[in-house]
Nanobody, 128 residues
């Protein structure tokens, strides 16, 4: 059974940085797209960024694309989300998700229903 485990969340002041990690364990799978989402209290889940197994970034949410960077290390089965110039409105639980083969053609990672596995999430709190 594949598990996704996020780490790296925490409390940071506005303007600071955090790097989140999403590591797959517990089994083998052929990954298509891995995405990051976030959900703040009282709000809907929001797409942040996604990356293909080959390393090509598929998309960023507009409000983060100049501040966040998604990347992956295949050998470590880990996808990262580097978050810079954090703002209080970035406060949320951040979760990663993985789509496995067969891959959905044209999937840019934005649709949460395309994913097969989800992590439990890691809290990011940005103080003003």
């Amino acid at each position: 059974q594949v598990q996704l485990v996020e780490s790296g969340g925490g409390l940071v002041q506005a303007g600071g940085s955090l790097r989140l990690s999403c590591t797959a364990s517990g089994g083998t799978f052929s990954n298509c797209v891995t995405g990051w989402f976030r959900q703040a209290p009282g709000k809907e889940r929001e797409f942040i960024a996604a990356i293909r197994a080959g390393g090509a970034v598929t998309a960023y949410e507009d409000s983060v694309k100049d501040r966040f960077t998604i990347s992956r290390d295949g050998a470590k089965r880990t996808v990262y989300l580097q978050m810079n110039r954090l703002k209080p409105e970035d406060t949320a639980v951040y979760s990663c998700a993985a789509e496995t083969r067969p891959c959905t053609a044209g999937n840019d990672g934005r649709n949460p229903r395309k994913y097969d596995y989800w992590g439990q999430g890691t809290q990011v709190t940005v103080s003003s």
